[in-house]
T-cell receptor, first 108, second 113 residues
Framework: AQRVTQPEKLLSVFKGAPVELKCNYS??????LFWYVQYSRQRLQLLLR??SRESIKGFTADLNKGETSFHLKKPFAQEEDSAMYYC??????????FGEGTQLTVNP | EAGVTQSPTHLIKTRGQQATLRCSPI?????VYWYQQALGLGLQFLLW???????NRGNFPPRFSGRQFPNYSSELNVNALELEDSALYLC????????????FGPGTRLTVL
């Protein structure tokens, strides 16, 4: 069965520091991975997806099939990046399997 | 463009009752998804409807059911409510083809007493 693991429930960094939010998955098929973000008092929204290979708000994520990982990275964190981040795996039937989320706090 | 809307915002029921949650997708979206976010369990996939048909179902008992109407809006029904059904229920919509972005609504907070 598919599974997404985000090992850190909480992550705290200082403004300007690099940040990496970890995501590992298990899935026997070809994975399609996403990062969703939820800012305070806002709804869950897509940050980026593997298939687009894009950089959004300075964040990037590389799919490493050997390590079954899809870590989210940003070289210089900003205070407005503070939010809850969810890694998600889309499998057959368009269902998203979410990790439990990482609460990122960027301190001034 | 209006986003996904859900009603009601909050719903309080007692054990054994039935709850009905509603979702209106973004105009042009044919797929609607339901997720449950229970405390300590994260976001779990419940149901996927597309073009009026149930396409996929998560690992939930049959008392969780729903439907999609011709205008693509959707209802989630939870029968014989149990205390552990207390959760935030999120609805999302998409264009209905694989790997399309799912746009989420604000959720309905269901409390079962």
């Amino acid at each position: 069965a598919q599974r997404v693991t985000q090992p850190e429930k909480l992550l705290s960094v200082f403004k300007g520091a690099p940040v990496e939010l970890k995501c590992n998955y298990s899935y026997s098929g070809s994975p399609e991975l996403f990062w969703y973000v939820q800012y305070s008092r806002q709804r869950l929204q897509l940050l980026l997806r593997h298939i687009s290979r894009e950089s959004i708000k300075g964040f990037t994520a590389d799919l490493n099939k050997g390590e079954t990982s899809f870590h989210l990275k940003k070289p210089f964190a900003q205070e407005e990046d503070s939010a809850m981040y969810y890694c998600a795996l889309e499998t057959s039937g368009s269902r998203l399997t979410f990790g439990e989320g990482t609460q990122l706090t960027v301190n001034p | 463009e209006a986003g996904v809307t859900q009603s009601p915002t909050h719903l309080i029921k007692t054990r054994g009752q039935q709850a009905t949650l509603r979702c209106s997708p973004i105009s042009g979206h044919t797929s609607v998804y339901w997720y449950q976010q229970a405390l300590g369990l994260g976001l779990q996939f419940l149901l996927w409807y597309d073009e009026g048909e149930e396409r996929n179902r998560g690992n939930f008992p049959p008392r969780f059911s729903g439907r999609q109407f011709p205008n693509y809006s959707s209802e989630l029904n939870v029968n014989a409510l149990e205390l552990e059904d207390s959760a935030l229920y999120l609805c999302a919509s998409s264009l209905g083809t694989a790997y399309n972005e799912q746009f989420f609504g604000p959720g309905t907070r269901l409390t079962v007493l």
